[in-house]
């Protein structure tokens, strides 16, 4: 017997996952597979030159590639050029794009992945005994987040962003995850910057040094279960 409202149950379900998946989108095999990845995203289109499959599971998940286990040795050497329309005019930043690169992953590449859990060393992302020293976020918007990266010095600025999500920015310049421990609420305006290289034989901050003395945070290492990603089949997409 079909129940009364199936029909439009699966009618909406197709909206979501139509909304969830490139329109348009072409896969090749990078020519070359040297250099440096390149990442463009303008609105309603994503352009990738030489990105590896492991480097779009993570950008499908929000994962780091240590929360990445399984898979062909080929997802992390072998390069792939993508070029895609979202269907959308809206400009989509990485949280929304997600499900985007999933379903490229799990339609083009037949990835099948389930999620297990493993304790790892973890940073703790914490407020230093001398307080914190952060700006409340006044007002509505969107959070936005411009970084930038130069040889002697990384600057952050984000606006109206949690703690919880600036821990998971600070993780993805790290080696391990961040968890937020701060205790604080609300959304916050925040800006720091740090020397990626410092060491303690030079006068420029870690980051570290960074936050604490700018931020009034610190980071704390120790252990923590943390999600992992297993992928438990992947192939190479066929020719467009």
């Known amino acids: ?3 009364p409202g199936f029909y439009l149950w699966i009618a909406l379900a197709t909206v979501v996952c139509a909304a969830e998946s490139f329109d348009v989108v072409s896969v090749k095999p990078n020519a070359s597979s040297q250099g440096r990845s390149t990442e463009q995203t303008n609105s309603g289109h994503v352009m990738a030159e030489n990105i590896t499959a492991i480097s779009m599971i993570e950008q499908a998940f929000g994962v780091r590639a240590f929360q990445i286990s399984g898979g062909p ?8 050029d993508v070029n895609a329309t979202t269907g959308t005019t809206k400009d989509l930043n990485d949280i929304e794009l997600q499900p985007y690169w999933e379903s490229l992953l799990t339609g083009r590449f037949r990835m099948k992945y389930h999620r297990e859990s493993k304790e790892m060393q973890v940073y703790s992302l914490t407020v230093a005994k001398s ?3 952060l700006t409340g976020h006044q007002g509505g918007g969107d959070t936005s987040t411009h970084i930038s990266n130069g040889r ?3 600057s952050v600025t984000s606006t109206n962003i949690s ?3 600036f821990a998971g920015l600070l993780g993805r310049r790290l080696d391990r995850m961040v968890i937020d421990k701060t205790g ?3 959304s ?3 800006s720091v910057d740090w020397a990626p290289e410092a060491s303690t034989d030079t006068d420029e901050a870690s980051i570290f040094t960074a936050l ?3 931020l009034g945070l610190k980071l704390e290492s120790g252990k923590a279960p943390v999600e992992i990603i297993v992928i438990d089949g992947l192939e190479r997409p066929g020719d467009n």
């Open 73 to 80: 040795g080929w997802m992390i050497t072998d390069g792939f």
């Open 1 to 3: 017997m079909i129940r």
């Open 184 to 186: 604080l609420s609300g």
């Open 152 to 154: 002697d010095r990384v």
């Open 212 to 214: 604490q003395d700018q």
């Open 131 to 133: 307080g914190a020293k």
């Open 188 to 190: 916050y305006d925040v």
């Open 163 to 165: 703690m919880t999500s």
